[in-house]
């Protein structure tokens, strides 16, 4: 059974604190996503990355950071975090032939204070 | 750059079929269009997928016409466990040109 899971699913941080979110997968799927979601907005594509080592910025990379070292594993970072980044934050990761199709973690409900 | 409009929400009636529409009038040639379904505190999760005409799964179908500025989720004979976010996705996901714009989702609630 597909799975995606990420490392924590409530985080409390203080603004300016270095944040690390942590996603795995255990599909060996290349591509791998994080997006934010926010009430009314819908999904929102921060970073993602079609291999190891290579990453891509999406429609709002500002204030992110991602890292891919190994193919099952994506971890988003928050340099310094800042109250409007308090959002939910979902991994998801799809196979090299079906982009569409993602499969997505149970999510991280990130509060910054 | 493609733009995605549905409706807020939608109510209906187990048993019942229920069609939610996506507006994408500027949709463009290499854009797909693919939905998902959200229940609260989990991540979305795939339905349905195509590019033109018509596409049915085991849980839905998809009906996209000739100008492809729309698309329509049919899903048949809903039960109370179909009461979700169902959210309506265009875009290119070839790597040169990377696009994609999740629309702000359609509350569907099925009342017994």
């Known amino acids: 059974d597909v799975k995606v899971t990420q490392s924590s699913r409530y985080l409390v941080k203080r603004t300016g604190e270095k944040v690390f979110l942590e996603c795995v997968q255990d599909m060996d799927h290349e591509n791998m996503f994080w997006y934010r979601q926010d009430p009314g907005l819908g999904l929102r594509l921060i970073y993602f990355?079609?291999?190891?080592?290579?990453?891509e910025k999406g429609d709002i990379p500002e204030g992110y950071s991602v890292s891919r070292e190994k193919k099952e594993r994506f971890s988003l970072i928050l340099e310094s975090a800042s109250t409007n980044q308090t959002s939910m934050y979902l991994c998801a990761s799809s196979p090299g032939t079906s982009d569409y199709e993602q499969y997505f973690g149970p999510g991280t409900r990130l509060t910054v204070t | 750059l493609a733009k995605t409009t549905q409706p807020i929400s939608m109510d209906s009636y187990e048993g019942q079929e229920v069609n939610i529409t996506c507006s994408h009038n500027n949709i463009a040639t290499n854009d797909y269009i693919t939905w998902y379904q959200q229940f609260p505190s989990q991540g979305p999760r795939f339905i349905i997928q195509?590019?033109?005409?018509?596409v049915t799964n085991e849980v839905a179908s998809l009906f996209i016409p000739a100008d492809r500025k729309s698309s329509t989720l049919s899903l048949p004979r809903v039960s109370l466990s179909d009461t979700a976010v169902y959210y309506c996705?265009?875009?290119?996901?070839?790597?040169?040109?990377?696009?994609?714009?999740w629309g702000a989702g359609t509350k569907l609630i099925i009342k017994p």
């Open positions: 996705l265009v875009g290119d996901m070839g790597r040169s040109n990377y696009q994609l714009i």
């Open positions: 990355s079609y291999d190891v080592k290579m990453k």
């Open positions: 195509g590019y033109k005409t018509k």
